[in-house]
């Protein structure tokens, strides 16, 4: 018997809930013979694949083996990982005040408030050690594993789930939803991009995708542009591209003005004028485009002369305050996304359509994690602690619904 969510919120107010952290023999031993938790998964990615070790670890712990798990993906298990943090896997980050890490996700801010506060990063390093990947934090408190390899860390995750008797690993497309009438129990984890036809299949509404932490491109780039040079900012390192301009600071931008309208104009201080006159003071005499290229590569430097009319050739000490102040920003006009570097998409299943377990209003039987969702943060780890917050906290209250179903 599969309750609908009026009768299963009742239940979960009115009876005695099954404790996930301790094992309730009697919940099983009570439990009906005839219902089995039949459980598809869609997407064996880092979402779908934690999303599976998680549900074996809760079922073990509540000793219940009357379920299984089938996990479908056309490609290899965890193929998704393999490019992440550059090979590396930047797999979260080290912050433990939920709101604050909430606060790098452009979308799903608020809807993650309840997923964090219950798992988060301390939560995830823990479960990633016990398995045997032990991380690290860089001093930018990005978080990696110590072998600084996403292959070791793919490996260890598929041996573990190669453990358990209960899943079954299928590499098939699932194309319809129909081909997942005969599960109980599923759980969308198929990311994002063009891959939420099953999810609107299933009655969901799709926020359009939109490319997020990718390269942007420049309107009138002008004359000497400096490709290939790159500098550091406070929010960042910025490449000059063939196209436009591209690294993690543009990253950053270009997922908080993912739904401004094009062409915007975007302005990155990458100087300070104060520190500017200290050295015209003590060089006065140089030439002001010198000057500017002690702090910024000399072909930047050039390039930003030339686009603001100013003479790089003349004595610092003629240098104005208004032309140090323009110098110090620089301001472009962007067209679009470049279609490189992008490792995100804005937009997914529309989160108001999600409850606080990541189990859907509309489909009784159906979970959705992961990228999938509507929810896409900055660089730094954050999105794939989405994918391991937003598995497990549905890999729970999938156990808590299937006990509650044995009986
Ligand atoms: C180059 C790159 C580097 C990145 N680096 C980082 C990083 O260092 N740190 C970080 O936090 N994030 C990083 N990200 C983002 C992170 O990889 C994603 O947020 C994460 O992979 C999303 O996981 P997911 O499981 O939700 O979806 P995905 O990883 O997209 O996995 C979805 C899976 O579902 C399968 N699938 C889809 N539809 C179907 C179907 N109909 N039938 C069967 N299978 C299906 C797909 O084949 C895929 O394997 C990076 C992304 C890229 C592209």
Known sequence: MFHTSAQYNKMTTNAKKPNLNKTTKTLTMQGTADYKANIAIVGAGPAGSYCALQLIEAFRENACNNYHITLFDQLDTLTTILPTGNGRCNLTFDETDFKKFASYYPRGEKFLY?????????????YFEKIGIKTYTQPDRRVFPVSNSAKTLRT?????????????????????????????????????KDRHKLASQLGHTIIPYKPSLCGLKIKDKGPNFPTGVSIHTPDGGIIFTHQGISGPAIFKISSIKVNSTL??????????????????????????????????????????????????EKQACHAKKIEVETLSTLVFIIEGPDGKGEIVHAGGVCLNEIDKNCKSKINDKLWIIGETLDIDGFCGGFNLQNCWSTAKIAAEDIVKTALYNQN
């Open 263 to 312: 062409p915007y104009t975007i302005k990155i201080p990458i100087l300070n004028p104060d520190e500017v006159f200290e050295h015209i003071k003590i060089n006065p005499v140089k030439s002001f485009g010198n000057i500017i290229s002690e702090f910024i590569p000399k072909s930047l430097a050039k390039y930003i002369f030339e686009k603001n009319n100013i003479n790089f």
């Open 156 to 192: 260890q995750m598929i041996l573990e789930l190669n453990k358990s008797q209960n899943l079954k690993i299928i590499k098939k497309c699932i194309k319809n939803a129909k081909e997942l009438d005969k599960f109980n129990i599923l759980v969308l984890a198929t990311g994002s």
């Open 114 to 126: 309840s997923i964090l506060s219950r798992y988060s990063t301390l939560e995830t390093r823990s």
